[in-house]
């Protein structure tokens, strides 16, 4: 970016945004936490290596675990809520078209 001088480039509550680097200087300091999976996310598409010793690969590997284990939870019970939705609008809908068919070859 030809002509801006003193900034960077930023990511502020979903809308890129150009901060002056005063302004990040002279924040506190934040700390990255290196088992997040957004940080890893951010090795893996940039290609750069594990910055995690081999002893804490445990920690991260558990980590990654518990994730898998609580989306896989959170998807099997919106499936369960689907097929059980799915279910009741089968049964409205034959319920209803088991009484138009009544009404239809009902002989007065």
Known sequence: MAG????S??????VDAIIPIKCIIGSAKRKVDILDRSWQRVLAS??????????????VNEKIDRINKENKEKYDALIDDQVEMSSVIMQAF????????DS?????
């Open 9 to 14: 480039i930023g990511h502020v509550k979903d």
């Open 46 to 59: 940039t290609g750069q290596p594990q910055m995690v010793s081999p002893e804490n690969m445990k920690f």
């Open 94 to 101: 034959v319920e209803k078209s088991n009484s138009q068919l």
């Open 4 to 7: 801006y001088t003193g900034f």
């Open 104 to 108: 239809n070859y009902n002989v007065d």
